[in-house]
Every structure is written in C-alpha cells, then in structure tokens.
C-alpha cells in the first residue's frame, strides 16, 4: 500500500477551508445524506434573477422512463430573439442538490448575451439509482431542444453544463447526445466534474480525510447511484464518463478542476482522451484548489482567476 | 456557498474561536499570499468593505463584502490600524462594530506590515546603516552590517548627514535617523562627493569603527551648511572641527555663543555679524539693517561691551567668527532647514 502524499493547499484556501472546517466536514457518509438535503434556498437567489431582467418559471416534463419531473427556466420576459441556450445540471454527488443550486454562475448570460437558462431537477440516488439521473438529465436536454423556438433559443447554440456531478452527468448527457443523434450540442463544460466510479486514481487516494469531497465522500456519492455495480463491468459510460474507451465526435468541451481534489486526474485523462481522439478540449488544473472552491472562497485570487477563465471560453461559446 | 461570509466577524470572541482570526492570516503569511488576497480575505470574511492606502497616497484601494474591487477611497473617519511603513488599513462597518472587528483590523495590518516589510528590498540596507551609526550596537551586528554594505571594498568611506526631505542625487545606502537636532538622513558613501543639494560630510572612515566619528562630524557640519554654502565637508573645518565636537559634549552654550544669543534679541541680527565677520563696510551694515551709517556706527561703538571683546581687530574677528559657529551649532534645528 504506497503512501500518498497530497499537493499543499492554496494558501488562501487553506486558510479559508480552516474557517469552516467544523461546517464542511471532509468525508460525506451515507448517514448524512438526509441532513445535507436540507439545503437552505439562498435569499439572495431571487434578488439575483430579477438584477438580471429574468424572470423564472417552472414546467413539467416528460423524464426517464416518461415520469415527469420538472424544470426552472430563466430568461428575459418576452424573449423575441432567440439566444443560447444553457442546459445546467446541478451538482450534489448524485444524492444532494436541487435545480437551483448553481444556477447563480450562468444567470449574468442571460443579461449580456440573451440567454435562457433550463435547469433540470432530475431525481437523486440512492431512491432514483442510475440510469435514472442521467437519463432525466437527457429527457430534459431533448425537452429543451425539442421546444428551442418556444423557449426563445437558438438551437444551434444550446450548452449543456454543470459542477461536480453536475459536471459528470452533464459529461453523460454529451455522450448520449452523441450516440441518439442528438440533441447537437454546441459545446460541454464539465466543470470539475464526477467521472471514475472505480475511484483507482492517485488522485482520488490522495484526499483522504481532509479537503472537501474525499475518497470516502466518493464512494458514498458513486455507491449510492450505483450500488453492487460499482467498480464491475456493468457501469455505463452514461453513468461514469471515464469508462468511454471512444471519445470523439464530442463538441468542443471545457473541463476545469483543482490540483487537490480527488477529481484532479479522472479530469486530466478525460480531457486527453478527447485530444487523442482528436477532439477539441480546453482543460485547467488549478494549483492547489480544493473541490469546488471557487464557490466556497470565491475572493481567493486562484478562484477569480478560474471563474474569470471558465467564464471567457463560455463567452466565446455562447457568442458564435 | 456563503460559509465564508462574515465569518471572522461572527466566530465568537469569548472563545477559542476568535484564534482563527489569527490562524486565518497567518497562514497568508505563511503562503507568501500578497495584499489583495489579505485584503479580499479580510472583505469577505467580515462583511464589510476593507480599505488600504500605503504612505504618501491619497486613496487606497477598497474591496468589498463580496470580495470585489470597489472604486479607490480615503480611509476618513472609519475605525482604522497602521499597516507599516506609513500605511494604513480601514473597516467600512456600516451599523454597529462587530466584536472581532477590533482584531480583525489588528491581524491584518500586522500581515500586511510583515508583506511591506518582506518585500522591502531596502531595509536591511536601512538598518545595516542604522546599526553603523548607532553608539549601542554590538560588534556582531556591526561586523553583520559592516559586510553587507561592502566595507572593506571601499578603501574609505563617508558619512554624511542631508536634511529629511532632500532628495539623494545617487543611490546610496541610507537611513532616518532621530538626533538632539530632530530628524535627518543618514547616507554612507564611498567618496566625498555631494549626495544631494544640501548635505553634512564626515571626515573619511578607514574602518566601519570610525563611522561614528565620521557620522558626528557630518552632523556638524550639516549645521554649518546654510544658502551660501549647501554642501559643508567636516575636513575642511580644520581644527574647529576639534573645537565643535568639544563644544557639542558642553551642557550650556559657550559664553561666547551666549552673548551672540543674548545681541540677537537687541538691534543686531545673526546675518548682520555674519556681515560684519565678513568685512563688510560700515555703509554696506547700515543699509543691510535699514537705518543711517550715525546709527550704525554708535552700534559698532557699543559692540565690544556687548561682546566683551573687539571685533574690529583680527583676535576679536575671530573669536567673533568661533563664537557665530558655536551659536549656529547650538541653534540650528533640522526640522527648520527648508
């Protein structure tokens, strides 16, 4: 068994995680998951949507299987011109998380670029095991593309996207955009995304105990979505993207993820698995960042400078 | 994610808790992070804008609750610490102080005071000249200082003493340094070539031991300097040099210098016996002091008694000239030198 010896912190960030080390415990177990639902909705998420001109409605679609499940979508009232689409997916280990959790990232697009935004809530493991989360993350998309003109988007400008397992089924999402022949994808941001179920990588052994989503908060978040499955044959690429062997034809993708966290390699295999493939992928490791950190210490300057990146390449998405 | 927000401000001062303010930047400290990120951590964490304006600046730059970049400001009236070198670093609280605010200025001007200090490339130079200088520093220190400022390379080197708000022609080590005769600089060079419009030079060091002879001979110097001669070399003193150090150790004033104090109150002025050391004519006195060549030459008259002795002949001039020299020397203040 070797000793695995982590990449330091960020100094910011190591000084911020220590803040709030009793509130954002390392290890994620399956005890917490009911406690860690009960997410607060942030007060200021409403002040946000209407600082940009949107306005925020709720519809009902057809998910997995045909159960409906629902959607948010923001967008200026009385969109006339169609603008991108941004289909996000939130994040939460596959067990956490609603619709609107993430939603604040992409929400200033609508004010500069006229974009609408449709955010899925698909169902969570372990009630709602896999496939069901990425293929009511699918049903979705299809919704989305299929009702583009009503909607006010521009079908060939429609993105799919999200954080953490946000980011790994929007990675599945893409993949089964591929492989049913649409809906076609402008581009994919998978921004630090849950990708490797087998949890094999050094990286995902050097993160234990400490940081925020360890390798014991993994095996929750993956054991939960896939049961007995985990770690055999029977995992889909749909459900665990770095299991793809064949990763061309995607669309131009995004990955962006911290140089200490558990996600740090499965993103840099992924990313050169598109290269080889001879696909279009821009990836950034950020020294010394821990999982998500650019949402908890968003003053730290390594996290402004990967917001301010991520948010550049999606800008040249969104405008061509 | 808002754990982060207001966080200093709400960790519990009574307890442990308040620790973390400390730790929290520190550990900048220890992360060689710069003064935007103490600055943005300081915003974000307490909850409310954080300014900071470095020495000789208007403004400073001010970062928000949310961590981003507000328009530049003064630091007017808001609760406020130094942050070193002249700086100073402010907390816009809005409504009532928060409990750890106090220690959230505190810990954050002493981070920034130890970046300034860090990323002063100057001062050990600065205290290397200081230690040089100083009457109680220990032979270690001084042979510590001695090496880095090269002596030993130098076959001789000068001490000279320019007033606080002149500017250096070149660059050189140097250093404030508080006096009995206020503030003044401290330069060390390797020859005797003016350092700036206004300036003190000591006699020649031959070994870093001498530079506080050199040091004390430049301040006599400076206090000689005046419009007519800027620049003051302590060598070209000659034996008054002698006769300044030994008057600089008396308690009180040199008779002599006393009664050129005590004429001073009276019709004649310092710059009027200045003159009149210098040769000027009895016509040339009576119309530098604005009155007839009668009244002037009833004053000559009546300067001996005065002085005590007879300027009018060369053992008077002289000592006339000795005794201006030592007046000067007692009166003259650095902080006054324009």
Known sequence: MPTYTAPPFDPELGAALDLVAGIIPPTFTPEMIPLMREMPFDPAFDELVASVGAVHEERTIPGCNGDEIVVSIYRRPGQDT??????????????????????????????SHGAVIVSVEYRLAPEFPDPVPVEDCYAGLVWTAENAAELGIDPTRIIVGGASAGGGLSAGVTLLARDRQGPALRASLLI????DDRNETVSSHQFQGIGVWDRASNFTGWNALL???????????????????????LPPTFIDVGSAEVFRDECVAYASQIWAAGGTAELHVWPGGFHGFDGLAPQAQVSIAMVDTRNRWLTRMLEA | ??????????????????????TYFDKLIDGRVGAEGMLRGAAVLCGAPIGHRRAGQESGRRFAADGTELHAGPPDGWPSAPAGEGSVVWLERGDAAHANDALVLERVAIALSILSRRLDTLAPTRRAVEVLLAGDAA?????????????????????MAIPASTTLYRALPHAMVGTRFGIVRAVLAPDDGAPASRA???IAARS??????????????LRLADDERPVMRAADLGALLSLAETEDQRATAHPDAQAIEDLATGPWTVRMLRALVDGASQRALAAEAGVHHSTMCARLLKLPGSLGYDPSTSAGRTRLDVALMLHRLAHVRFDDER
């Open chain 2, 200 to 202: 003190g030079i000591g």
């Open chain 1, 227 to 249: 049961g007995d499955r985990r770690g055999t044959d029977e995992v889909s690429i749909y459900a665990a993207p770095a299991r793809a062997e064949d990763l061309s034809g």
């Open chain 1, 192 to 195: 630090y995304p849950m990708l």
């Open chain 2, 139 to 159: 032979d270690d220190e001084r042979a510590e200082a001695a090496a880095r400022l090269s002596f030993g390379a130098h076959a001789r080197t000068h001490a």
């Open chain 2, 208 to 221: 870093a031991g001498d530079l506080r002879e050199s040091w004390r001979s430049a301040l006599i110097a």
């Open chain 1, 82 to 111: 169609a603008g991108p689409g941004i289909y996000h997916i939130h994040g939460g280990g596959m067990v956490i998380g609603n619709r609107f959790a993430g939603v604040q990232s992409f929400l200033p697009f609508v004010a």
């Open chain 2, 1 to 22: 994610m808002k754990e982060l927000s207001g966080r200093l401000s709400a960790l519990d001062p009574e307890a442990s808790e308040s620790l973390k303010v400390i």
